[in-house]
């Protein structure tokens, strides 16, 4: 029912108006802290069982495998990523402290510049460079397999697919990505406060302008900056392209290589191959992250159109980027599980780390029973 209104000035078309917002508020408002709770418990067992998952590939059985330490650096960047992102959401919630909320004070610097936080760049900038390393080291690990798939007998594929070709493909990933996420660092100024203060503060407030060194950023560069998200769509769309293509020969690939073995007469008894209803899994999971992800970007690029014509449109827009948070969490969430059910060496790795320590412990307890009886 509509809210009553006291003034007598208000219309009926003003009461329905005032109804309408409230109503959307509300809805957006209960997605927020649905879809920020659920991330935030999600958010805490993918940060568990990635460290787990770390602990299990650093073994010596698997981090020698190109694969394998491609899985390394997602895993690290999953949960360097997924650590910063519960930091910011239970934040918001306030259930941590927030670190760097800033100043509320005014700021005294210069005009043609503004003022950055640090600590806020610092975990902003950490957060996109592993965002991307993960994305593009997933679709690095694709490539690998179809090419080890297709051309088992390449040297050039057998040195790219080596422990230390991959660890250099793995290095030159992150110098990339290094250098997309700080380039606008080359425009960042260092100035001393108050000799670089504003006309307003040096005439009025010059004696409580407190004496420090502040990073600062060019006026105009958010605005150029803004017309760098188009390129961010093209980079965050394009790996939800390339990765499905690259599925799909892996797939064609291996269902040549089963019939293959189907017409050298596999034997019966050996098991089932569950690669490609995980590797069709492992698609879905990315596509439905990076690919509505590309899709939001690219909505957010033209916001301002979308802002013109349909408001309401706009609120459903901003509010989109929370479910497709949870989404990649769950991406992130999903890497040890994919890995346990599609390699049977990662399989016997984790169980080696269970059976070696119950062996262990029936050693020593009898080394114990040994010495008790010895005593007696």
């Given at each position: 029912?509509?809210?009553?209104?006291?003034?007598?000035?208000?219309?009926?078309?003003?009461?329905?108006?005032?109804?309408?917002?409230?109503?959307?508020?509300?809805?957006?408002?209960?997605?927020?802290?649905?879809?920020?709770?659920?991330?935030?418990?999600l958010?805490?067992?993918?940060?568990?069982?990635?460290?787990?998952?770390l602990?299990?590939?650093?073994?010596?059985?698997?981090?020698?495998?190109?694969?394998?330490?491609?899985?390394?650096g997602?895993?690290?960047?999953?949960i360097?990523?997924?650590?910063?992102?519960?930091?910011?959401?239970?934040?918001?919630?306030?259930?941590?402290p927030?670190?760097?909320a800033?100043?509320?004070?005014?700021?005294?610097?210069?005009?043609?510049?503004l003022?950055?936080?640090?600590?806020?760049?610092?975990?902003?900038?950490?957060?996109?460079?592993?965002?991307?390393?993960?994305v593009?080291?997933?679709?690095?690990?694709?490539?690998?397999?179809?090419?080890?798939?297709?051309?088992?007998?390449?040297?050039?594929?057998?040195?790219?697919?080596?422990?230390?070709?991959?660890?250099?493909?793995?290095?030159?990933?992150?110098?990339?990505?290094?250098?997309?996420?700080?380039?606008?660092?080359?425009?960042?100024?260092?100035?001393?406060?108050?000799?670089?203060?504003?006309?307003?503060?040096?005439?009025?407030?010059?004696?409580?302008?407190t004496?420090?060194?502040?990073l600062?950023?060019?006026?105009?560069?958010?605005?150029?900056?803004?017309?760098?998200?188009?390129?961010?769509?093209?980079?965050?769309?394009?790996?939800?392209?390339?990765?499905?293509?690259?599925?799909?020969?892996?797939?064609?690939?291996?269902?040549?290589?089963?019939?293959?073995?189907?017409?050298?007469?596999?034997?019966?008894?050996?098991?089932?191959?569950?690669?490609?209803?995980?590797?069709?899994?492992?698609?879905?999971?990315?596509?439905?992250?990076?690919?509505?992800?590309?899709?939001?970007?690219?909505?957010?690029?033209?916001?301002?159109?979308?802002?013109?014509?349909?408001?309401?449109?706009?609120?459903?827009?901003l509010?989109?980027?929370?479910?497709?948070?949870?989404?990649?969490?769950?991406?992130?969430?999903?890497?040890?599980?994919?890995?346990?059910?599609?390699?049977?060496?990662?399989?016997?790795?984790?169980?080696?780390?269970?059976?070696?320590?119950?062996?262990?412990?029936?050693?020593?307890?009898t080394?114990?029973?040994?010495?008790?009886?010895?005593?007696?």
């Open positions: 029912m509509p809210k009553s209104i006291s003034s007598t000035s208000a219309t009926p078309a003003d009461d329905h108006v005032v109804y309408d917002y409230d109503t959307d508020y509300d809805i957006y408002k209960t997605i927020y802290t649905i879809c920020t709770k659920i991330n935030l418990y958010g805490i067992a993918t940060i568990i069982v990635n460290l787990f998952h602990i299990v590939l650093l073994q010596k059985e698997l981090r020698l495998c190109a694969v394998y330490i491609f899985m390394i997602v895993c690290i960047s999953d360097v990523l997924t650590s910063i992102n519960f930091y910011n959401q239970a934040g918001e919630l306030g259930w941590l927030l670190l760097f800033g100043s509320v004070e005014m700021s005294c610097l210069r005009y043609d510049y003022e950055i936080n640090i600590g806020l760049q610092l975990l902003s900038t950490i957060s996109q460079i592993t965002r991307r390393l993960s593009w080291l997933a679709v690095l690990m694709a490539i690998i397999r179809l090419l080890s798939v297709t051309f088992p007998l390449s040297q050039r594929v057998k040195k790219l697919t080596s422990a230390k070709g991959a660890v250099i493909t793995l290095m030159l990933c992150m110098m990339f990505w290094t250098l997309y996420s700080t380039w606008q660092f080359a425009f960042y100024r260092v100035f001393w406060l108050p000799d670089n203060a504003n006309e307003i503060c040096k005439s009025m407030f010059e004696s409580f302008i004496p420090r060194y502040v600062a950023t060019p006026v105009n560069l958010p605005k150029l900056m803004s017309t760098w998200g188009f390129i961010e769509f093209i980079v965050n769309f394009s790996s939800a392209i390339i990765y499905p293509l690259l599925t799909i020969s892996l797939l064609v690939a291996l269902l040549k290589i089963k019939k293959r073995r189907q017409n050298n007469q596999r034997k019966e008894s050996e098991p089932a191959d569950n690669t490609t209803k995980l590797i069709l899994f492992m698609t879905i999971t990315f596509m439905l992250s990076e690919g509505l992800s590309g899709f939001n970007a690219l909505l957010m690029y033209n916001i301002t159109k979308i802002q013109r014509k349909y408001l309401e449109f706009e609120n459903a827009v509010t989109s980027e929370f479910p497709i948070a949870v989404l990649k969490t769950f991406n992130a969430f999903s890497h040890f599980f994919v890995c346990f059910f599609l390699s049977s060496q990662y399989r016997d790795v984790v169980k080696s780390l269970f059976i070696s320590k119950k062996k262990k412990n029936q050693i020593d307890l080394r114990s029973t040994s010495t008790i009886t010895i005593k007696s």
